[in-house]
């Protein structure tokens, strides 16, 4: 099965930078959309960004102007770029892919990190 790796959560002050990154594992044959999705206490899982192969970013109107989203397709991995954070990111972090897994068997496929969690304090 797909495997999703994530990295960079962390600790960081009101106002600072973190950048995620998240890499799926090589027995894929495409990746369509990668990206990160954010579980914040008191709502539901919500969308933070995603960005399809081609490109095309989807962003959560509460992050447009300080998130950044890009994804380096030969290595399977997506990066967030996340700036001016406020205590209202605070959350776990997902790491989300979907797409055709299998370079033989070829499969599609939904995968999710195990959570990274990232706590913004004043």
């Known amino acids: 099965q797909v495997q999703l790796v994530e990295s960079g959560g962390g600790l960081v002050q009101a106002g600072g930078s973190l950048m995620l990154s998240c890499a799926a594992s090589?027995?894929?044959?495409?990746?369509?959309?990668m990206g990160w999705y954010r579980q914040v206490p008191g709502k539901q899982r919500e969308l933070v960004a995603t960005?399809?192969?081609?490109?095309?970013?989807d962003y959560g109107e509460s992050v447009k102007a300080r998130f950044t989203i890009s994804r380096n397709n030969a290595k399977n991995t997506v990066y967030l770029q996340m700036s001016s954070l406020k205590s209202e990111d605070t959350g776990i972090y997902y790491c989300?892919?979907?797409?055709?897994?299998?370079?033989?068997?070829?499969?599609?496929?939904?995968?999710w990190g195990q959570g990274t969690q990232v706590t913004v304090f004043a």
């Open positions: 090589e027995r894929i044959y495409i990746v369509e959309n």
């Open positions: 989300y892919a979907d797409g055709v897994a299998g370079i033989v068997g070829r499969q599609p496929f939904t995968a």
């Open positions: 960005v399809t192969i081609g490109g095309r970013t």
